[in-house]
């Protein structure tokens, strides 16, 4: 890969990330690399010129940081100052190596599924758009609700619910784990349907292809719902209906080398090395 002349900041909330930021922007500038902050780049990044984002924080400033930098073909190095990270898998204590070596070239750049949100009638305001997931879930904390659910035109089920996660293979670690989904490798091309809470046992996660166009229509007894994006959530009335399918863009997730996907999980998820070292 080609050096990187030109970074953007994002994220550095609280103070170990503030400690962090200090730390790269230090180590950027005595290499000569053009430094630009959150703040600098709040008018817009169209014309910046990013040769790469870097995501400070943890996984929840890794997908702001996608919203921000959404169709500008920007890939993003994701720094983790918290504790579980899946998208932000730089340590922080391994940060002004992996600058070095990703400066000079040495990462590669993997393709993640973005999944887009159309509604009839009245738009999801924020950014319509998720690299994790799509959940669709109850407001009241007594009744279920009601997912009618077509695949590529064909019915499928009615889930009665809590809600029911549309989940990128990036997203299989995040909320769609948590409701008993598959983990998926995030170069897979799926999507995972993860119902919350379902109301039958014989309910089962289900993993359809990338490319199916996923319908559904709510019917609730509190007359409304809710539809969140990556956890940006937004209230939409029932019998709406909805329409989930793979974006016509990607999020560019850089890589170090010798970072993978498995290495990442086994760390996080305390997975025994035994096996490997018998």
């Not at 400690?19 to 630009?36: A, D, P, Q, W």
């Not at 509190?222 to 969140?228: G, M, N, Q, R």
Request: hydrophobic letters at 40%; a neutral charge.
């Amino acid at each position: 890969m080609e050096r990187c002349r030109k970074i953007g900041i994002f994220g550095g909330e609280g103070d170990k990330a503030k400690e962090c930021v200090n730390k790269i922007v230090s180590k950027l500038r005595n290499m000569g690399v053009e430094t630009l902050l959150d703040e600098d780049l709040q008018g817009g990044i169209e014309n910046c010129g990013l040769d790469i984002g870097l995501s400070v924080g943890g996984d929840g400033t890794f997908l702001k940081t996608v919203a921000k930098v959404n169709k500008k073909n920007i890939p993003i190095l994701g720094v983790n100052t918290g504790n579980l990270g899946f998208l932000a898998d730089v340590k922080v204590e391994f940060v002004e190596i992996v600058l070095e070596s990703v400066l000079s070239g040495k990462f590669t750049i993997e393709e993640r599924v973005i999944l887009r949100l159309s509604t009839e009638k009245r738009f999801f305001r924020g950014f319509n758009y998720a690299l994790n997931e799509i959940a669709i879930l109850k407001r009241d904390s007594s009744a279920m609700i009601t997912i009618d659910t077509w695949l590529d035109n064909e019915f499928f089920t009615s889930y009665r619910a809590d809600g029911l996660i549309v989940a990128t293979p990036t997203g299989s670690t995040a909320y769609s784990m948590s409701a008993g989904g598959p983990i998926v490798s995030p170069l897979c091309a799926c999507t995972l349907l993860a119902p919350v809470a379902a109301h039958s046992l014989s309910v089962r996660p289900l993993v359809v292809p990338d490319l199916t166009t996923i319908k559904l229509k709510v019917t609730s007894r509190s007359d409304t719902f809710l539809i969140a994006l990556d956890g940006r959530s937004e209230v939409f009335p029932a019998g709406m209906e909805l329409q989930i399918d793979k974006a016509a863009f990607s999020a560019k997730v850089v890589k170090p080398l010798g970072m993978s996907f498995y290495k990442t999980l086994r760390e996080k998820l305390g997975w025994s090395a035994n096996a490997a070292n018998s």
